[in-house]
């Protein structure tokens, strides 16, 4: 592979940090953690494309870039529509893409005679919005929505001939400071029927597609009672606002166009309501206990409601790799990342999804919950001051295990932006599913990710753009002490 190749994929991958404002509006406290399963595919990926050689292990080194990035990548693809298209264009990052926008619950629905929302093709101002694949069940309502035409074609055209441009120059000379990618339109929709018109989505990617059209799949998820309040109401159509906005920079957006009160015609005949089932099942857990409180069965996917009660000083942070397994022994998990899991209260109880369905199924009458691990941590956030003059390595104890604070030091690690990074070594019996926060007079966009190295165990850093000073201080949040699990609960369904 020639040099000049060598660093245009290596922009490539510099490509990924755009957009930390964005991001940071939207996970201020909560930077998505990477799923074990993605993490263990993209680094199977990466190894897999690689030998022994020295000139290979420096292309490891390349492709950890990618890797470092797997948190922000995660909560981007989630809540950035525009960032799955750089992340996509990466080819080992495509896999991840592609898993984490699946939702075979819709298509398996779909398959088993749901109905589908008739969807419609909307055009104004060079504008063409195509609204498709919509599902409306008493848990969520899914659309896919295609924006292309003239005026998108100039944009795309203008994105890629200023990216393009863009790249030549840093071949040619070191990264500028705060250079960045022209970001990609999205599409947002508002579902004005509701209380809270909010929903979660990301922008879907087809390398054959994305030259000329904006794809995204969006969700609206109900809270308990909300989809039937709107069936009382006996309503004939759906009414959305569907805007097409531009994120060009960090801050910088531009709304290309908003297509007001659009009428989607809606049949409550078509509308099957959900199974409940009520659980009721506690799980004891070291330091506490979980409450297997209801099953949820929707034609598109699966809900499992569930409260924690922890003894006083300990928090419930999560379970790893929750499944539902049938009588027959096939298991049902979370796929993708729109909504593989909710907060619903932010202190005693999550929403775990699952799919595919066995709503169709009428011969169902138990199921079996699981999952490999859980996560326990302390009551409050560990609060740990590190200074730029002080010498590192240093040490603490959380959960009754040595966390080393590695290194930390103030540089350019990427896009030639100098920024605070901290690395933290943590002991195998300890998983960091959150983030550092730093509290800083200035707040910054931070984010984390997970680096990889030839030596274990590796390092998990975090970096935070933020005028150098003598002290900051930390918070290290939602890590947890791994317990091991790896049992059955049976739910009765009868």
């Excluded at 009414?239 to 166009?257: A, S």
């Excluded at 996560?375 to 295990?401: H, W």
């Excluded at 896009?415 to 933290?424: F, K, N, Q, S, V």
């Amino acid at each position: 592979m020639s040099q000049k190749k060598e660093d245009r994929e290596l922009l490539d991958q510099q490509d990924m940090v755009l957009m930390e404002e964005a991001l940071h509006k939207h996970f201020v406290n909560h930077i998505a953690p990477v799923p074990e399963e993605l993490e263990e595919r993209v680094c199977a990926t990466i190894l897999a494309s690689n030998g022994p050689s020295a000139r290979k292990r420096k292309h490891i080194k390349y492709l950890a870039a990618i890797a470092m990035l797997l948190s922000l990548f995660v909560a981007s693809v989630k809540l950035i529509p525009a960032f799955a298209v750089y992340a996509s264009s990466i080819p080992v990052i495509k896999l991840a893409v592609n898993w984490l926008q699946g939702d075979s619950g819709t298509e398996h629905a779909k398959n088993q005679g749901y109905k589908e929302i008739e969807g419609i093709t909307l055009e104004e101002n060079g504008i063409i919005v195509d609204l498709s694949s919509i599902m409306f069940d008493e848990d969520r309502l899914a659309i896919t929505a295609s924006a292309y035409g003239d005026r998108i074609q100039a944009i795309l055209e203008e994105i890629e001939a200023a990216n393009s441009e863009m790249q030549e120059a840093q071949l040619k000379a070191p990264v500028s400071e705060g250079k960045e990618p022209l970001g990609r339109p999205s599409v947002f929709i508002t579902f004005k029927d509701f209380e809270n018109p909010g929903y979660t989505g990301g922008t879907t990617y087809d390398s054959d597609r994305h030259k000329s059209y904006v794809d995204a799949r969006i969700e609206k998820l109900f809270d308990k009672g909300e989809a039937l309040a709107f069936i009382s109401t006996d309503p004939d159509y759906l009414t959305l606002d569907v805007e097409v906005i531009w994120y060009k920079y960090r801050g910088v957006q531009e709304v290309i166009h908003v297509f007001k009160d659009i009428k989607l015609p809606f049949d409550t005949a078509d509308f099957m309501a959900s199974k409940g089932y009520g659980i009721n099942k506690i799980i004891p857990l070291q330091h506490g206990q979980l409450l297997l409180e209801e099953l949820t069965i929707s034609p598109t996917r699966m809900r499992l409601d569930i409260t924690y009660d922890m003894t006083e000083g300990y928090s419930f942070v999560g379970i790893e790799q929750p499944y539902l397994m049938d009588a027959r022994g096939n298991k049902y998990t979370s796929e993708g990342l729109i909504s593989t899991s909710r907060q619903s209260d932010p202190y005693s109880k999550v929403s775990y999804y699952f799919v595919p369905s066995k709503y169709f199924d009428e011969g169902t009458h138990e199921l079996y919950f699981g999952f490999e691990e859980y996560l326990i941590g302390e009551a409050t956030a560990y609060d740990f001051t590190v200074s730029l003059e002080e010498s590192y390595p240093k040490s603490f104890i959380y959960m009754g295990e040595e966390i080393i604070i590695e290194k930390v030091s103030y540089e350019p690690r990427i896009e030639g932006r100098h920024a605070l990074w901290i690395d933290l070594l943590l002991p195998p019996s300890i998983k960091n599913n959150g983030s550092l926060k730093i509290d800083t007079v200035e707040l910054g966009s931070s984010y984390s990710y997970r680096e990889m190295a030839d030596d274990t165990p590796t390092p998990v850093s975090f970096g935070l753009e933020v005028e150098p000073r003598q002290t900051y201080s930390c918070k290290l949040q939602f890590a947890g002490y791994r317990y091991p699990f790896n049992q059955t609960i049976l739910l009765d369904l009868k």
